[in-house]
């Protein structure tokens, strides 16, 4: 069993030794005073931290943290490491994150992980360790990966370093913090993290085992759309917000943003179907990425806020800003399926729904669409009511019921159909075919 120690917060700087091909760590050899304050106490290390090293501490959490309209705000700095990086613990009614960003937000190599909850009362242990001039960068919970294994960067330099550390105040305890000078490789991982912890909570990250698929059997119902998406006349009346690029092949649509200097703007867009479809149907379609980093997603049930259409004149102007979906006077449900972004979530190990307009992250599964996947890759989104699927080449990679109206607000029925891309992304889209699904008996 862990120790719960209160204000007793002790760091071990640790040196590792490398012998006979197996990783040893030594005693430490130096011990850190303690100075300021009961509520925020700092620990002076006699040994600067910079360019690698390995933060470790265990997370006491005082309740739920959780998501949605009833979210209860947190905004709690849990160790700071000052000159080089900060790790916090957020809660709002968009998501629970758990961010480590680098001093200035001058690197583009921390986390910002997306949680639909954090359990508690509950004891977790953190661990984010990095080799700049290798590229490396992770982040364990419970030693549950916070990025899909493999994930690099490019090699970096590190402008700051901490020659101590701070623990901050708030509801959440922290403690047994240790901070090693050296890069922990994912072998090491699973030495470090207790018996008693490991892989709890692994959903949380979207490692979890979905159900079976909705069975659909004699429920599919009538094709209500069906374009190969590979020539012009295929999109002839769909509706594009912002600077999208289409192309063709022999095979399918191409999308990416418009040449940069041909716009202003971040480059986002959205090509909606124009077709309305119902509160229940099962919609296919193919994804290819042509580039490792980006982000696609989909909506669907998308309606005006008040029920109209989402082309309604009466309606604010959209241009492919995510804040006009997201937060504007459309609703909407969306599937994040391919997500590799630059920014705090390079290789983000699962797949999100969100529910707009206000954003509330409400489920999250394994990775859908992986980076450097190859090939057209088959998905399939079964909304059978208030009951919601994503499927990717037949195996189910999010499941999610809209029935906690409290923390969600109401189910949506009927809406249309976008894809959505982020600047920068390029991908490659064929045979979209959306069909009714009747009701069960």
């Not at 943290?65 to 080089?84: E, H, I, K, M, Y």
């Not at 020659?163 to 090491?188: E, Q, T």
Request: aromatic fraction near 10%.
């Amino acid at each position: 069993m862990l120790k719960q120690r209160c204000v007793n917060v002790f760091i071990c700087l640790s040196l590792i030794l490398s012998g006979c091909g197996s990783m040893k760590i030594a005693s430490a050899a130096d011990r850190a005073s303690r100075t300021g304050n009961s509520n925020m106490p700092t620990i002076r290390l006699s040994k600067p931290v910079s360019q690698q090293g390995c933060l470790i501490f265990y997370l006491h959490t005082s309740r739920n943290w959780s998501d949605g309209a009833d979210a209860r705000p947190l905004d709690q700095t849990l160790v700071r490491l000052p000159g080089l990086a900060d790790c916090k613990l957020t809660c709002s009614p968009e998501s629970v994150n758990l961010v480590f960003e680098w001093g200035k937000r001058q690197y583009n190599r921390g986390f910002l992980v997306n949680l639909t909850h954090l359990p508690g009362p509950q004891t977790y242990c953190i661990i984010f360790t990095w080799n700049s001039a290798k590229g490396r960068c992770d982040g364990y919970l419970n030693g549950v990966p916070m990025n899909l294994p493999g994930t690099r960067y490019k090699p970096w330099h590190i402008d700051g370093h901490a020659d101590r550390v701070i623990l901050g105040r708030g509801p959440n305890r922290v403690f047994d913090v240790r901070l090693d000078p050296d890069y922990r490789a994912p072998k090491a991982i699973s030495g470090i993290v207790p018996p008693t912890l490991a892989g709890k909570y692994k959903a949380l990250l979207g490692y979890s085992q979905p159900p079976a698929p909705i069975r659909i059997g004699s429920r599919r119902g009538k094709l209500l759309y069906s374009q190969r998406l590979n020539n012009k006349t295929d999109i002839s009346k769909w509706i594009m917000e912002g600077p999208g690029k289409i192309t063709f092949t022999d095979a399918a649509m191409k999308l990416q943003t418009q040449p940069a200097g041909t716009f202003a703007g971040p480059g986002h867009f959205v090509l909606w179907c124009p077709r309305t479809f119902p509160n229940r149907f099962i919609a296919d379609w193919q994804f290819k990425p042509l580039r490792r980093t980006g982000l696609a997603i989909i909506f669907f049930a998308a309606r005006g806020a008040n029920g109209d259409d989402i082309f309604n004149p009466h309606l604010p102007p959209r241009d492919g800003i995510f804040s006009q979906y997201t937060h504007g006077a459309i609703v909407s449900y969306h599937f994040s399926y391919f997500a590799n972004l630059p920014l705090f979530q390079s290789g983000r190990p699962s797949s999100n729904l969100r529910k707009n307009n206000q954003f509330y992250l409400t489920a999250v599964g394994p990775v859908a669409v992986a980076p450097g996947s190859r090939g057209f890759q088959k998905l399939r989104i079964i909304k059978d009511g208030r009951h919601i699927q994503l499927l990717v080449n037949g195996k189910v990679s999010l499941d999610w019921t809209d029935n906690d109206p409290r923390r969600f607000g109401r189910p949506y029925g009927i809406g249309k159909i976008g894809f959505r891309q982020m600047a920068g992304t390029v991908g490659e889209y064929r045979d979209f075919k959306v069909w009714a699904l009747k009701s069960p008996k």
